[in-house]
């Protein structure tokens, strides 16, 4: 007799509004939940008899609730899973806020099923939607709604949990969509089988045009048109190019109004209530895993978890893959597609089909609720078959994570699924070396290029560096269409090329000679006048102006561009021996990093660091900050990386970055534990404490107080007196301390014989001094 515990899908319910259809009423995400919801009860039994019995509710989360760009002006809540609910009239105990994924819904139902058999729970309800296209529509038609919503209720709310999906390196290389990334893999995938374009252009075609069948005959398909190989490929006004190898049609729909819910219970509640057995779904065998980020995969053309995955569902489930009559492979991209379907042995042509909704190009993609539609739509296919079977595969991220579900009619006893194992074997795979800054020649790993909506933007490329087999992240630079094109003309995959690495990321060419041109070398000189700077040169002080005072002197991708030039230009200049560093106006040094730009732009340093100094080695000149009003953030690990700091009365110190989200990753979390005591330092981190004038040099932090608004004055008194020392004795001091601070053994420190030493006893200026000590007249030093 089978366990009363034992948990079974109940009831199901989709919804799809169109704009273009008579009864379009524009609902948003919660409504659209709220009606799949009420779909799903009424499969089951009917609301009104199961309202009172749901004591769970899980939602998925929205692109809204994930995705700056998805933002509306109409608002949203705050509170998800409850604002389903209360339209409902359900009051669950338990309310789950899924984290992103598109493996999310297959995940969410193996929890339900080990908590309903646990009996920690008798009925949950599973909810997802999308109502990007009606957004959309409001916003072009002018339209004004209120979508905002805010519960005060409990609620299990797991987070965007995006790591793994998002890596400074990869965004940094414009590696952020979807197209984009799964570009790459299509790509590496091809080179694996040593595939044509034109060749694996027509695989993907004919994997995709039965989709688009399947889809055709869906009533809930936002697209359902039946498509053609040729179709599929041939690129037209409606069909343009995203991302290599991809045209729109073989890209994921996300312009959808689209919801599906699920109603889960157990075997006795079900009976208790009087839902009918024909209603009555099992979960025979699921299994999930996650990769690595992109940039750390030994084959960008395989996901070893998807794969592992669906093998491990179907070992749960004890079948084999020829027994299944019922396959929804998440087929966001091509290779989503393919990659289970080499692990498992089908073939893309497999009579039985490899989608039940149609997929997510034309059936549609809301978000990561498209799988929950996949397993409604499984659950009519195999009421309507007794006794087959059917395989749910859910991707999330860019082939980063995957659930699979075995489904049936046929009653079976649950037993909990332990993906352990497998993720142990996908953790174990070997990880290539990364390079973040390549320089030198290379071979194509991989590659995609761009499409704007009018032309090719940019190029994407993963490769290996020659001389160590690194791996490596570039980009075609911005207006090489010389390079872009070739790309385009010529099959790149296996092809030589040569990258050089900048603040902004790593740029690609053919030839060396192409990188010289799009690069010409920058004499190491001063301009007469810069954007975002003031320079004066003061004999032989350089004084450097940040001169932004409308945003308090922050500084952004363009202003560091300047200094990086300019502090390039002083260290290269025998004649200039100190340089001091300070802000426009009485009220702020710097504020740091430019926020409000950062927000709306892309943002990088040059490799030198943030103001072109936290980064900055091999320095060899001595650096004054002069701080008027606040140094905060940015603006204290600038003065953490000068040699010397002058305040005035006025100023403040401190590192802000926790109050808004960040970390003081440019010298911060570093310098600052050295240069003061450790407890303060962290208390300074881990709360934004700042520290007046007074307090900073009690503490070490800086040399010198004057007056409000004399830090300037203050600093040149101060280079005044510096310039009055042998400059070629400052220079190789300097690099002796540089050199000895990380040497723990303070003795082994004195005893090294530094080759400066030598440097210095042959220098003009060490003769220089002794003869005009002895003659009593003032050296004159030569800095040689």
């Not at 366990?3 to 799809?16: E, H, L, M, R, W």
């Not at 309310?95 to 819904?105: H, L, M, Y």
């Not at 936002?222 to 991809?246: C, G, K, S």
């Not at 004057?706 to 020392?725: K, S, W």
């Amino acid at each position: 007799m089978l366990d009363p515990s034992t948990p079974i899908i109940v009831g199901v319910g989709q919804i799809t509004e169109k704009i273009e259809r008579p009864d379009y009423r524009g609902l948003s995400n919660v409504e659209l939940a709220a009606e799949a919801a009420r779909r799903a009860c009424a499969d089951a039994l009917g609301l009104e008899q199961l309202a009172a019995r749901i004591d769970a509710i899980g939602a998925l989360r929205t692109f809204e609730h994930t995705t700056p760009q998805y933002a509306t002006p109409f608002g949203k809540s705050n509170n998800f899973p409850h604002s389903i609910a209360r339209r409902l009239g359900v009051t669950p105990r338990t309310a789950i806020w899924a984290k992103v994924g598109g493996d999310s819904p297959q995940n969410l139902v193996s929890e339900f099923c080990e908590k309903i058999a646990a009996g920690a729970l008798n009925m949950a309800l599973l909810c997802g939607s999308e109502a990007i296209s009606t957004a959309k529509h409001l916003v072009a038609e002018k339209k004004v709604v209120d979508w905002g919503e805010s519960i005060d209720a409990p609620v299990d709310d797991r987070g965007l949990a995006l790591k793994g999906l998002r890596t400074r390196y990869g965004r940094q290389h414009k590696i952020a969509g979807g197209p984009d990334s799964y570009g790459l893999l299509e790509n590496a995938r091809r080179a694996r089988l040593g595939l044509s374009r034109e060749a694996y252009a027509l695989e993907m075609a004919r994997l995709f045009a039965p989709f688009s069948r399947v889809a055709a005959s869906n009533p809930y398909a936002t697209a359902p048109v039946a498509y053609t190989p040729e179709e599929l490929l041939a690129v037209t006004e409606r069909n343009r190019m995203i991302a290599a190898p991809y045209t729109r049609l073989l890209v994921a729909r996300d312009q959808v109004n689209q919801a599906a819910a699920l109603l889960i219970t157990s075997v006795g509640f079900a009976s208790t209530l009087g839902i009918p057995e024909n209603k009555w779904v099992f979960l025979h065998g699921y299994a999930h895993a996650e990769e690595r980020e992109i940039e750390r995969r030994a084959d960008l053309g395989v996901a070893l978890s998807a794969q592992l995955a669906a093998r491990a569902a179907l070992d749960a489930a004890g079948l084999r893959p020829e027994q299944i009559s019922f396959f929804d492979f998440y087929s966001c991209f091509p290779i989503a597609v393919f990659n289970v379907c080499e692990a498992l042995g089908l073939k893309a042509d497999d009579p039985r089909g490899l989608t039940v909704t149609g997929g997510l190009p034309y059936f549609g993609g809301p978000g990561n609720s498209y799988s929950t539609h996949a397993i409604a739509t499984m659950v009519e296919r195999l009421r309507a078959k007794p006794g087959s079977f059917g395989l749910i595969g859910a991707n999330g991220g860019h082939l980063s994570k995957y659930a699979a579900g075995v489904y049936s009619m046929t009653p079976r006893e649950f037993r909990t699924c332990d993906s352990t194992a497998i993720q142990a074997r996908v953790d174990a795979q070997p990880a290539p070396e990364l390079v973040y800054e390549a320089d030198g020649p290379g071979v194509i790993e991989t590659y995609t290029v761009v499409y704007g909506k009018e032309a090719p933007s940019h190029a994407i490329v993963v490769g290996r560096l020659d001389r160590t087999g690194q791996r490596f992240f570039a980009n075609t630079h911005e207006g090489d269409t010389r390079t872009l094109q070739e790309l385009i003309d010529q099959d790149p995959l296996g092809r030589r090329i040569f990258v050089r690495s900048f603040g902004f990321g790593n740029r690609l060419a053919f030839s060396e000679e192409r990188l010289a041109e799009l690069f010409p070398p920058k004499p190491a000189r001063l301009r007469e006048k810069y954007e975002f700077m003031l320079v004066e040169r003061r004999e032989r002080v350089l004084e450097v102006t940040m001169n932004r005072p409308e945003v308090r002197n922050a500084l952004h991708p363009p202003a560091h561009e300047e200094l990086d030039e300019i502090f390039d230009a002083f260290f290269a200049d025998p004649d200039l021996w100190v340089a001091i560093i300070t802000g426009a106006g009485k009220e702020s040094f710097t504020a740091g990093n430019d926020l409000k730009y950062s927000a709306k732009n892309p943002v990088y340093l040059p490799k030198t660091g943030f103001a072109a100094l936290t980064r900055r080695g091999n320095r060899s000149k001595p650096i004054i900050a002069a701080v008027n009003g606040f140094a905060i953030g940015g603006g204290l690990e600038i003065c953490l990386a000068c040699e010397l700091v002058v305040a005035d009365a006025n100023a403040k110190f401190g590192l802000n970055e926790v109050k808004v989200g960040l970390v003081a990753g440019e010298g911060g979390l570093v310098r600052l534990p050295r240069r003061v005591p450790p407890l303060l330092a962290r208390e300074m981190i881990l709360t934004g404490r700042r520290l007046s004038a007074e307090e900073a040099l009690a503490v070490g932090l800086i040399n010198r107080i004057t007056p409000p608004g004399e830090a300037l004055e203050g600093a040149r008194q101060l280079a005044d007196e510096i310039l009055e020392a042998s400059p070629t004795s400052v220079r190789i001091s300097l690099k002796i301390m540089r050199d000895t601070e990380s040497m723990p053994d303070e003795l082994a420190a004195v005893r090294w014989k530094h080759p400066g030493i030598d440097e210095l006893m042959t220098s003009e200026d060490a003769m220089e001094g002794p003869v005009a000590f002895a003659q009593k007249r003032k050296p004159l030093w030569k800095n040689r």
